[in-house]
């Protein structure tokens, strides 16, 4: 089945950018959606179809995908982003939700 | 504003079933183009999905808990229900409902229910 793979941390520092990668085999020619998950929270969608935002998500979150790598970047980094991520696909053939493995934003 | 409530036992014991609810607001669920979703998350593990329904009947399964899940849903009532048999201790998860998009457009999830701990012990 199809695999996404996430790296399992990713650090910065306040106000410096972060890039969480999502690898899967030509993931750039399916919908791409991230989710933030803080401890003890639900998961909340921070984007929709690759690079959408939805309503409330600051412009500081933005997504992009291509090739074998989907990417959220989050721009001015703040210590409230500090969550759990996660890289999620509708894979067609197989008729099922993927999710990446997620990746621990920790912000020094 | 769409909001969602999961409901049902915290302790379910080996070998039975586990019967969870959600709970709909603030919008219909039959609405065209909403579809119905569990997922679940292990104790410090990452995000699973079980199944999806619509509301005329279309549903999908994880190939992995196919054999043993049903997903129904109650126009009458706005809620929509899990049905897990034969759990076992590898069952022990957050329990999520949520609202999604049609897999045609994805499957994006949003917004999902607050979760509810199921703990699968005797």
Known sequence: SFVLNQPPSVSVAPGQTARITCGGNEIGTKSVHWYQQKPGQAPILVVYEDSVRPSGIPDRFSGSNSGNTATLTISRVEAGDEADYYCQVWETTSALVVFGGGTMLTVL | QLQLQESGPGLVKPSETLSLTCSVSGDSITRRNFFWAWFRQPPGKGLEWIGTIYYWGTSYYNPSLKSRVTVSLDTSTSQFSLTLTS???????????????SPLAGHWVDPWGQGTLVTVSS
Do not use: I, P, R
Not at chain 2, 89 to 97: E, G, S
């Open chain 2, 87 to 101: 759990v076992t201790a590898a069952d022990t998860a957050v329990y999520y409902c949520a609202k999604a998009v």
